[in-house]
């Protein structure tokens, strides 16, 4: 598969992984940097940690960085507590106070943008920087759901995500509708829950938040982008031009920089 070579490649340049132990949920992260703040890296849904790869490496030339795999994804089998949002803030917090960090800087991508935003109205004081790309968390009517049940919607969700159109073989479609079926992305779509959307708590945001947002985002287009910074005090935004969802896989140099830029000068 692609992530067994993507995290070859992890290995190969000094990025390591290991397990927490979490009240019996073994969830398995990578790790890289020696010194530093620590910076952790939440992946969005039906995703895993190695979308982090290109932005770790550069990220631990002066930073520690943590990548873990969520509950239910990648390496980290699914959490009894289910598929929330503040099931996955649970773990997100338990892993870090294993870790025995009070304060980090939180990066997530889409559903990873919104579990950060939770922990960071949950835990104020614990949240150095957040950056928010491409974040999930906000409904608004020209929303497009990623989840697929057929090479039609599976062809249209990588489009979306990707910000352009192009030849895609059938076992692309096939492991993109498996994705959507996996318990965990399943479970989010189908157990959603309307009253964990960020639009009443955006205000309570303390931490400083950058925005970096792929302005070819099919499922969150720019006006997502637009109101998480009106709703956050003092918030920054960044647009990526030819950039569609995956800020951290489609640019990760820009990515890297844009944090680097803003943790050396914090």
Known sequence: ????????GMRLSGIHEDVCDIDGVPLHYYYAGQSGSPIVLVHGLGSSAEVWAGVMSQLSKQFRVYAPDMPGHGETPLAPEGTSIRANVSYLKRFLDKLGYPHVTLVGNSLGGWIATRFAVDYPERVHHLYLLNSA???RENFNSPYATDHRSARRAIENILGYSLPLPGFVLDSVV???QMPAYSGFIHNYDAQEELDDILAQIK????????VRDGLFPIN???DFHAGIVNSELILLRKVGHIPQVQAPLKVARIIVEREQSS
Do not use: D, K
């Open 1 to 8: 598969t692609i992530n067994s070579v993507v995290r070859a």
């Open 137 to 139: 968390g906000l409904i």
């Open 178 to 180: 498996r994705n959507s």
């Open 207 to 214: 931490a400083p938040t950058t925005i970096i947002w792929g």
């Open 224 to 226: 997502f982008a637009n």
